[in-house]
């Protein structure tokens, strides 16, 4: 039995239907993974074959009603005195999107809709805005369709799903009949659970899980398997769903051996999984994650939010002792870990955990199918659940294991940047292959089991590949960039300024008068980034590696933090992935400011039109920038006619010619390389402060964000201030005198806080 129950915690929380609570620990985990470069995996999508007429209205009101009856449906997090808090909404109007297929034929409409579901399972969502899920109506005829659902873990798990989608078919009988949907509240809801979750941790009476946790865990480290490639640099943004349907023979063979030796399903599918682990990995302990609903009182079975907690299987394998002797010892581990599943996981670990617990996660559930109508009756909806596609990958691999009502689907949801599809293929027979030799032969040996001892070790994952224009990986096989004297490459003003250094990339010293209006307490850092020894080839290079370049600089210059960094143009998201570097060294960060930066991947993730729309806007300003200067005297008549000609005819311009040494020693050379790095690069999100000064010159409009791209990478706070200036005249007296002015009370409060 809990500790305590959901339902006679201590703390009234006040009236009314909206409000400001407590997170609960899951919650707030999710909400710093969703801050972190991982904020994939965490939507739980599902999708649903309606027969029966269901229109547009009728949906949009049904799902409306489930916002109304359940607060989690209209909550989102945000940060509250520097915590992350539920904010539930009094109201929240959903929108049902609604996309038509009829005028397809059927299998490009069911293709359609394929697409359309795999695109909507993966969309980050902002944990800021309510509601935290996505409903659409994909109409394939006039009474068939498919309906998506795609919730971010932080407001539904699969149990809650189930409970929705069957209230869901129940609002919609009453509203084809005439009358209104259930909207009564709940006898509980998340914003009490959460407040019942921390009282029960806080009150001691969880302390021997705790113990049992912390003894467990210590110097653990999760299983992981060898993968294919490296792991990219946006890990787990690109999952896929590998599934096979076991036959019915083996299906009816699995469930009579359970029966018959008092196993679980979920128990034998775990020792299979422990088997199949063993054999690829080598080791003789297997480490996996895995979730349990945590239910376990009746008032928590009907409430409609996240209360799944993550546990740890620690389970040992052993080639000389029977399968059956395997599957009982694995059998015994289990029931262990979920006699202490109450302590939650974000407390069972122990503190300084450096190490992955969970690369491998297994679930083993039902389907609520069994809640649904699938079939349509007396003029009303049927809904029957289809396969789901991946989120994106929350582990390595995550096997699971569900009923449905065709039989056992066996599945493993993995990250593909890291295993090839054939791997995960290979890892899913192997994976029936130990169940069916565990129901099939139980007194053989492990040793002995011909059709396990089939499966083959994994080698470790080969070098990386170069990296491709879809994806900026590092080269495994390069030496890093290396550094020459960078007392050559560092300017220092200021020096005896008490003040958190200002450290300045560029490819030339640009910052004299950016230094000096600063101020002489605020040393500045001018770091001119291009390479002394060039000319040299640095194609091969990644983002990444040129950033990592710069951090040897920085550190150079300024061995220990915190941290207070920026750059012009593409310097700027140099400056930006050197903090992310450094951050996850555990140096402080105080800001990272971008001047005049589009963010790395901005142009390249639009589609061609737009890319050549932009293009043409650009030539469009730059002719007009030319006639201007024309005007001004600033060039001739031969410069603004001939130049693009030549250009266009491919003819070499004066400065096209053999570098000459003023040109070397800038190093145009190396912003050729480092330019063709960013475009290559796709920075994932970074819990990092910064401040974006934009000039007058970018172009404005639908395809020159505001922003420049930042929004969603900057996960920290994103300032910005407009700069009165050209693009290369940022730091000329006036306009730099704007930047400190902005910069000055900025930087005051955050080292304010520091210090306070």
Not at 32 to 39: T, V
Not at 596 to 617: F, H, I, L, V
Request: a negative charge; hydrophobic letters at 40%.
């Amino acid at each position: 039995m809990m500790a305590g129950r959901p339902d006679d915690q201590q703390m009234p929380r006040p009236e009314g239907k909206g409000g400001v609570f407590p997170c609960t620990l899951m919650q707030e985990r999710l909400w710093a993974q969703a801050r972190s470069g991982r904020p994939y995996g965490l939507n739980v999508a599902m999708r649903w074959l309606v027969s029966g007429r269901l229109t547009q209205d009728v949906a949009q009101r049904a799902l409306q009603a489930l916002v109304d009856r359940h607060e989690i449906l209209r909550t989102c997090l945000r940060e509250v005195d520097g915590v992350p808090k539920q904010v539930i909404l009094p109201a929240c109007p959903i929108k049902l999107r609604s996309i038509d297929l009829t005028a397809l034929d059927a299998g490009a409409a069911l293709a359609r809709a394929e697409e359309i579901a795999r695109e909507e399972a993966g969309g980050l969502m902002d944990l800021g805005e309510a509601p935290l899920f996505r409903a659409g109506l994909l109409r394939l005829g006039p009474e068939r369709s498919i309906l998506l659902l795609t919730f971010h873990a932080t407001v539904a798990d699969g149990w809650s799903i189930g409970l929705l989608i069957s209230e869901f078919q129940a609002a919609v009988r009453a509203l084809e009949a005439g009358s209104p949907a259930d909207t009564s509240e709940p006898e509980l809801q998340v914003a009490d659970f959460a407040l019942w979750e921390r009282e029960l941790v806080a009150s001691g009476a969880l302390e021997e899980q705790h113990q049992y946790w912390q003894r467990k865990l210590r110097g653990l480290t999760g299983t992981t398997v060898p993968g294919d490639h490296e792991p990219a640099e946006r890990r787990g943004s690109r999952g896929e769903v590998v599934s096979t349907l076991l036959p019915s023979g083996l299906s009816a063979a699995i469930d009579g051996f359970a029966s018959r030796h008092g196993f679980t399903l979920y128990g034998l599918a775990v020792s299979a999984l422990a088997l199949l682990l063993h054999r690829v990995t080598g080791a003789a302990k297997i480490v996996v994650g895995s979730q349990v609903a945590h239910r376990e009182e009746p008032v928590a079975e009907t409430l409609a939010g996240p209360t799944v907690n993550s546990i740890t299987l620690c389970l040992p394998v052993d080639d000389h002792a029977a399968l059956l002797t395997l599957a009982r010892m694995t059998a015994d581990e289990v029931q262990e870990a979920l006699h202490y599943q109450e302590l939650p996981f974000e407390v069972a670990v122990p503190a300084g955990t450096a190490t992955r617990l969970h690369a491998v996660n297994v679930i083993v559930q039902r389907s609520y199918s069994s809640m649904l109508n699938a079939e349509p009756a007396d003029g009303k909806i049927g809904l029957r659940p289809l396969p789901s596609f991946s989120a994106g990958a929350q582990w390595d691999l995550n096997f699971f294991l569900v009923w449905r009502d065709e039989g056992w689907r066996m599945s493993c949801d993995a990250d593909i940047d890291l295993y090839d599809e054939a791997t995960v293929k290979q890892l899913l027979d192997g994976w029936r292959t130990c169940l069916e030799a565990l129901v099939t032969s139980p007194d053989q040996r492990l040793a002995d089991c011909p059709a396990i001892a089939g499966i083959s070790r994994r080698a470790k994952t080969r070098p990386a590949e170069a990296p491709s224009s879809q994806a900026s990986a590092p080269v495994g096989h390069r030496e890093p960039i290396a550094l020459h004297d960078p007392a050559q490459q560092v300017v220092r003003f200021h020096e005896n300024g008490s003040r958190t250094p200002m450290i300045a990339m560029n490819n030339r010293s640009v910052y004299y008068q950016l230094a000096q209006a600063m101020g002489a307490d605020r040393p500045f850092i001018d770091i001119q980034t291009y390479h002394p020894d060039g000319p040299i080839d640095l194609s091969g290079y990644s983002f990444e590696e040129f950033a990592t370049y710069a951090v040897r600089l920085i550190r150079w210059a300024q061995p220990n933090g915190p941290y207070l960094l920026g750059g012009h143009c593409v310097y700027g998201a140099l400056a930006f992935e050197a903090a992310r570097q450094l951050q996850r060294m555990g140096e402080e960060i105080e800001l990272v400011c971008l001047f005049d930066t589009w963010a790395p991947g901005y142009r390249e993730a639009m589609s061609r039109k737009n890319q050549e729309r932009r293009q043409r806007q650009l030539r469009m300003r730059y002719r007009l920038n030319r006639i201007e200067k024309y005007r001004k005297g600033e060039i001739g008549l031969k410069d603004l006619v001939w130049r693009p000609i030549a250009h266009r005819l491919g003819f070499p311009l004066a400065e096209d010619a053999e570098p000459t040494e003023a040109n070397l020693f800038t190093g145009r050379w190396f912003d050729d390389h480092i330019r063709a790095a960013a475009a290559r690069h796709r920075p994932a999100p970074a819990n990092i402060d910064a401040v974006l000064f934009r000039s007058a010159e970018p172009l404005r409009g639908a395809l020159f964000e505001e922003r420049m791209g930042w929004g969603s990478i900057v996960a920290g706070k994103l300032y910005q201030a407009n700069v009165d200036s050209a693009h290369l005249d940022m730091f000329q007296e006036k306009p730099a005198a704007a930047i400190a002015s902005f910069l000055g009370p900025l930087l005051a409060g955050i080292e304010g806080r520091r210090n306070g």
